[in-house]
C-alpha cells in the first residue's frame, strides 16, 4: 500500500507503544464499569437534602437511562478496539528481545517518566549516548514488526 511509505514508523511506533496502558487498563476494567453503569442506570434515586428545592423533570428516569446505555455502548466499543490492539501488538512485542523489551519498558510504557535517557542511564547503568543507540535500536525493531519495512 503506498500510504504506508509515507507514515512516519517510529512516531506511530512510540504512540502504539504509549497506549498499551491504556489498552491494558480498559480490557481489565471494562466489565466492572459495565456492570455499575447497568447498576446505576436501575437504581433508585434517593434525594438529596439540602434545602434548595427542586425542580419536576417527569422524563429524569429515561434520561438517566439513555445516558447509561450511551456509555455502556462506548465502552463496549473501546473494548473492541483495546481488544483488536492487543491482538496486533502482542506478536510483535513477543518477537523483540527481552532487553528490546525492557528499553521500551522504561522508555514508554511505564507511568510517571519525565526524562527518558535518564531512566535508562540510570536502571541499566549505560552511558546516554548507548542508551539512545539502545533505545533508537529497539523502536525501530519494533516499528519493523508493526509496519512492516
Known sequence: MIICKYIDKLAAAEAVLRDYNSMLFILENTDDYIKNKIDEMYAVQTPGIDGMPKAHNPKAFENRMVECI???QLMKER?????????WFMPAWTKLSSDERHVLDICYMREGKYNVTDNLVDELHLSKSQSYKYRNRALKHISLML???
Do not use: I, K, S, T
Request: glycine share 6%.
Open 79 to 87: 473494548y473492541c478496539q483495546a481488544r483488536e490492539y492487543m491482538h
Open 70 to 72: 450511551d456509555d455502556v
Open 147 to 149: 509496519f512492516g519495512a
